[in-house]
């Protein structure tokens, strides 16, 4: 699959402080890859290099097997993107503002207009002002703006910002459909996994200007591990009872209170012998190694959202 966006040490400070540090992103074409980072670490200061909005401070970034320059006007237009808030001239309607749109980018395309609306659902309230919109409905706007000219890539900031349940999964549908009919490629950041997870085929994740990780998601999805968690008050004795009374040597202890044992032995099994060594249990549960938790513990303990 042909790379369509890569980055080498890609660094970005402010007044002395690293922002971005050393960011090598690798991006294939027809890809969504799911940026993920908490507030802060990052994301938007990297898709703002990338779009040629800021300059970095040091590192290279290629885009079709060309480097990006102050001159790259032509590979800029391959691209659409929303980064943080999308603006419009609010006392114009929807319709308008794409229109407009459409001019200054020298994309005069009345049914790719059309197109767009109907994507994201606009159809209806085109002719309103934009003024009009709530948040939600600004944020689907915006992608009908970024997607009217038929992009390669397209870049967006937390796109599903400011909508409900119901506009996220719409959107959901949206990306994959972009990616998978399109051939469109798409960078989406965000601080919510469980949505990204749901979309992504890659995922980069960033914490204080570190990528910490770049990984396909049937790979971390293959990391998925069931394992028992066992909660007492006497981990010492429950350790022996694990080590000497079943032989068990594949098992974690997170904190004076809980063990994870990922060695394959029933909980029947397990309780007997604890309750022989008069273990005193708080709970004994199945539960399995989630996306969410990898994340967690990639981060530090910290969660992204």
């Known amino acids: 699959m042909t790379t369509i966006l890569r980055t080498w040490d890609l660094t970005k400070e402010y007044q002395g402080k690293e922002a971005v540090n ?107 002002p934009v003024k009009q919109f709530s948040l939600g409905m600004k944020q689907r706007l915006g992608i009908a703006r970024a997607v009217m000219t038929k992009p390669e890539l397209l870049i967006l900031d937390e796109p599903i910002n400011g909508l409900d349940p119901m506009g996220i999964k719409e959107l959901r549908e949206v990306f994959r459909m972009l990616s998978r009919e399109y051939g469109m490629t798409l960078l989406i950041s965000s601080h919510i996994l469980g949505e990204i997870e749901q979309v992504a085929d890659t995922i980069g994740v960033i914490r204080e200007g570190i990528l910490l990780e770049e990984v396909a998601m049937d790979t971390i999805r293959s990391r998925d591990t069931q394992y028992i968690e066992m909660i007492t008050g006497e981990s010492s004795k429950a350790v022996y009872v694990l080590e000497h009374k079943l032989g068990l040597t594949n098992f974690k202890v997170l904190d004076p209170r809980t063990i994870r044992i990922y060695d394959a032995v029933q909980q029947r099994e397990l309780n007997k012998a604890l309750a022989e060594a008069d273990v005193e249990l708080e709970s004994l549960s199945k539960k399995h190694h989630s996306l969410e938790d990898h994340f967690v513990e990639l981060m530090g303990g910290e969660g992204i959202a």
């Open 22 to 128: 050393g960011v090598n992103m690798s991006i294939k074409q027809g890809e969504i890859y799911g940026f993920l980072g908490p507030n802060g670490a990052g994301k938007t200061t990297v898709m703002k290099m990338i779009t040629n909005l800021v300059k970095p401070t040091a590192g290279n970034i290629e885009f079709f097997g060309e480097s990006m320059t102050d001159r790259s006007y032509e590979m800029l237009k391959r691209m659409g993107c929303i980064i943080e808030y999308p603006v419009f001239y609010d006392k114009l309607t929807a319709r308008e503002n794409l229109q407009l749109h459409g001019e200054y980018m020298g994309y005069y395309d009345a049914k790719a207009m059309e197109e767009a609306l109907e994507l994201v659902k606009l159809k209806g309230v085109d002719k309103k």
